[in-house]
């Protein structure tokens, strides 16, 4: 009973938050203040949630006191517990982003509370333990973001928005249908109830279910070959939102796979989880390769996020513990780094004008302290020893030639090198070059006036290559962790005996 | 009856997914609708189908005697969210015509092309 405040304070603070900030709509010093101050609240209890979680205990809510196959279940194990403190953490420094590079039109169009409806989605996705009820969440989510995408008078915000909202449509519409499924062969859509009840059913008929899952999840978090609406649309809307989307969303989908493929369908490793790791070498592979051909600081950055979902499918389909272990790290790495860079871009594109590699250049002559934020990020994202990223590839290598997967391994070690080809790409042409003739006149002389003008503008970056930092030269109270969570994800026991009250 | 339903299940999915293929904007929106009918359906028929039986109970009722609620409950849920995409979506597609000045799909590709038109990026 005590410890239910750490799930309901972090759910229920950023819908009354919005619903605030949507009665105070004049009022925008009003609503940032608010977003302000409910974000930081979260961040706070998510650390004491992420404290507790690292006890190895698992908080099961069960709404309204329904016992638990009948209703709502909120839990927070290992897993729900990194993810939402990622996600509160996020949503808290980007406010730190929005003066500098959100216009005021789309300001008082009501874009805190939208943030603070995604935000809310997100954590419920997180904390769900209920197959419907996480359809729900994501649908909030995805209102959210749809909203978020399109918001704006820009004609490719607009067509971006169409691919979206179509796409992640269908992936809702299948996920729906694959709840039908589940419930009409296993008469539950609990997790927890469902973990146990369907080892009793026909596993043809749980495979054919778990197919509809990975497909829509597989839409959702960018999975080859369903990822072709992720570049054609994250780079559109202003980098704040590009950012969290980015770093943020498309990790839902991790997520949701990792929980649906480690606690509900393991009855058929063999068929199911092969299918994760072919997928996962192809993501890896096409998204790095789409990354190499594009020119535009933005898009590259898109295509790095489906290259880099691979790996995370790449933990989770191995099915060891150090593998799921590695997939977490890496999802916690991922979102920190990619996340960072997209927050650089905006902050190149601030001082340049421009997102185009070939009107970039000299940014480390006139600004060398934006050019370290961007290497250590981008040297982390190819997995550059001993930055954060090596870490993660090198748990996830190591778990794949314990399985004598050496392919897989070889596959992932080749893409992180195209990703630092990538990466070299965008540092020699946007950092090192000169700058190019016939690109237009900086909007600053150096980084003195920049900083002086728009220091807000770099402190998320700060924090995030900080924290790049830490878990580069401290990588083991995460490493612990992931372990931990891994264990608990390979031992559905824990999960289920919390939920089911036993 | 329950033949009936599938065949009709099978026709929206199909007709949905041609739609959704097509290159206008109007097609497009009533497949997303299509798409949505064909899912609640699908819910409904997989929480099996039962003719003219009460979702409620009294007490000591005939527990045979009863429809599952459960799955109704979850199409309610499921068409109210699809009801808000859909004039979402709606909404949406009405606007891209004002500002892009086309309903073809295949004209929908300054996405694509960002690189060389966002030279008047602003913040």
Known sequence: ?502 | MKILLCITIGVLYSAAVYLLFRRSFLKLIVGIILFGHATNLFLLIMGRLTSGLPALLANGGDREAMADPFPQALILTAIVIGFGMQAFAIVLLKKSYADVKTDDLDDINTTDYLSTSNKKFKA
């Open chain 1, 1 to 502: 009973m005590p410890d239910y405040y750490l799930i309901i304070i972090p759910l229920l603070l950023p819908m009354l938050a919005a619903t605030v900030c949507i009665l105070c709509w004049q009022y925008l010093k009003v609503q940032r203040w608010i977003y302000f101050l409910a974000t930081l609240t979260n961040v706070v209890m998510a650390v004491q949630l992420l404290l507790h979680s690292n006890t190895g205990e698992i908080i099961a809510m069960q709404s309204g006191n329904w016992q638990a196959p009948f209703g709502i279940t909120l839990v927070a194990d290992g897993l729900s517990a990194i993810m939402v403190f990622m996600g509160c953490l996020l949503f808290f420094i980007i406010s730190f982003y929005v003066k500098g590079n959100i216009n005021q039109a789309r300001l008082k169009s009501g874009f805190y509370p939208l943030l603070l409806f995604l935000q809310f989605g997100v954590l419920g996705s997180f904390f769900t333990g209920d197959l419907f009820n996480l359809y729900v969440w994501f649908e909030v989510m995805l209102m959210a973001s749809f909203v978020l995408v399109a918001l704006g008078k820009d004609k490719a915000q607009l067509e971006g928005a169409i691919k979206y909202v179509t796409i992640n449509f269908v992936a809702s519409m299948l996920f729906l249908a694959g709840i039908a499924v589940v419930y009409g062969i296993a008469g539950t859509t609990n997790m927890a109830d469902l973990s146990t009840k369907i080892h009793d059913v026909d596993p043809v008929l749980a495979t054919v279910a778990s197919i509809f899952f990975l497909v829509s999840f597989g839409i959702k978090s960018a999975l080859f070959p369903l990822y072709f609406w992720l570049p054609a649309s994250y780079h559109t809307p202003p980098i704040a939102i590009s950012a969290l989307i980015a770093g943020l969303l498309t990790k839902v989908g991790v997520y949701a796979l990792l929980r649906v493929f480690t606690l509900i369908f393991t009855h058929n490793v063999g068929f199911t989880h092969e299918i994760l790791l072919w997928i996962s070498a192809f993501t890896m592979l096409s998204g790095v390769l789409g990354a190499i051909a594009q020119s535009d600081f933005r898009k590259i950055l898109s295509f790095h996020i489906v290259s880099q979902i691979g790996y995370m499918i790449m933990g989770l389909a191995l099915y060891t513990p150090l593998a799921i272990a590695g997939a977490v790290f890496y999802i916690v790495h991922h979102i920190i780094v990619k996340t960072n860079l997209f927050l650089i871009a905006g902050i190149v594109a601030k001082i340049k004008g421009s997102f185009r590699l070939s009107a970039l250049g000299g940014v480390y002559a006139a600004f060398p302290f934006v050019a370290i934020l961007f290497a250590i990020s981008a040297f982390s994202l190819a997995g550059i020893p001993p930055l954060s990223g090596f870490w993660g590839k090198f748990t996830l290598a190591k778990a794949g030639l314990e399985s004598d997967r050496f392919y897989i391994v070889g596959i992932a070690l080749f893409a992180g090198l195209l990703t630092l080809f990538s990466m070299v790409k965008i540092w020699t042409q946007v950092f090192l070059n000169k700058v190019p003739e016939e690109a237009p006149e900086p909007n600053y002389a150096n980084q003195w006036s920049f900083l002086k003008h728009e220091y807000a503008m770099t402190i998320p970056s700060c924090i995030l290559v900080l924290m790049t930092l830490v878990l580069s030269f401290y990588p083991e109270p995460l490493m612990q962790l992931a372990t931990l969570t891994a264990a608990q994800l390979t031992n559905p026991e824990h999960y289920i005996n919390a939920v089911m009250g036993k």
